[in-house]
C-alpha cells in the first residue's frame, strides 16, 4: 500500500554515526508525552552487542510509505492520514499484534497504562491496556512550527527531521549514516527511495 506522496511526508530518521547513546531522545519523548514509563515511542537499541562493530541506534517509527503494519492490520487500526503519516485508532485497535510483528523496525508497543491522547476528538495512539502505541512524529510540535522533540534535543544530531527532499540533502553530507539497506529504504521511502538514500 503506498500513500501517492509524491514527496513523501516529514519524517525523524537517524543519523547512527552521531549517536551516543546518552537517551536524551527517550526522555524528550516521555517528557513531552506524559508517557509511562514501559512505553518507548524511541528507543536507543545496541546492535553488535560484545563485537568490535557494537554501536547504540535510535530506533522509532519511520511512518513507512510502503508500511507493513497497515497491510496486516485485520481492524484497521492503523491508516494513513492525508499527509502520509501512519497513525492508530485506539478504538479499533483490539491488541492482536500482527502490526508489532510485521513492522521490520520494531516500533508497534503495547503499554498496559494508559497512554495520553493530544486530541481525544483525533487520537494520536492507542489508549493503553496492551493496545498498540507509537510515536506520532509530536504532530501538535509541527503544527507550532516545532521539531518533534526527540530531534530537536538531541545533542550531537543523531535524529535527522524533514521531508525525503531534505533528508537527502542532509545524507549525502559527511558523516552520515542511517540503519536502512536498500529493502528497508524501500520499505520507508517507497519510490523516494533511490532519491533520498546516498549513493
Not at 171 to 186: C, G, I, M, V, Y
Request: aromatic fraction near 6%.
Amino acid at each position: 500500500m503506498s500513500t501517492n506522496q509524491a514527496s513523501g511526508p516529514a519524517r525523524v530518521v537517524p543519523n547512527w554515526e552521531s549517536c551516543i547513546d546518552c537517551g536524551a531522545c527517550e526522555v524528550a519523548c516521555k517528557r513531552t508525552w506524559d508517557l509511562p514509563q514501559e512505553s518507548n515511542r524511541i528507543s536507543v537499541v545496541r546492535m553488535a552487542h560484545g563485537t568490535d562493530a557494537e554501536k547504540q541506534k535510535p530506533m522509532q517509527c519511520y511512518n513507512c510509505t510502503e508500511a507493513p503494519c497497515v497491510d496486516v492490520c485485520p481492524t484497521d487500526a492503523l491508516r494513513f492520514r492525508e499527509d502520509g503519516t501512519v497513525r492508530v485508532s485506539g478504538n479499533r485497535c483490539i491488541g492482536c499484534h500482527y502490526c508489532g510483528v510485521a513492522c521490520p523496525f520494531g516500533a508497534p508497543q503495547y503499554p498496559d497504562a494508559s497512554v495520553p491522547e493530544a486530541d481525544e476528538m483525533n487520537p494520536l495512539g492507542a489508549r493503553g491496556n496492551g493496545l498498540m502505541d507509537k510515536c506520532t512524529t509530536c504532530e501538535p510540535r509541527q503544527e507550532r512550527d516545532l521539531e518533534p522533540a526527540c530531534a530537536s534535543e538531541c545533542p550531537t544530531d543523531a535524529l535527522l527531521f524533514g521531508t525525503p527532499d531534505e533528508l537527502s540533502e542532509e545524507l549525502a553530507k559527511e558523516n552520515r549514516s542511517t540503519p536502512f539497506n536498500d529493502e528497508a529504504a524501500s520499505v520507508v521511502f517507497g519510490d523516494d527511495a533511490d532519491r533520498v538514500m546516498p549513493e
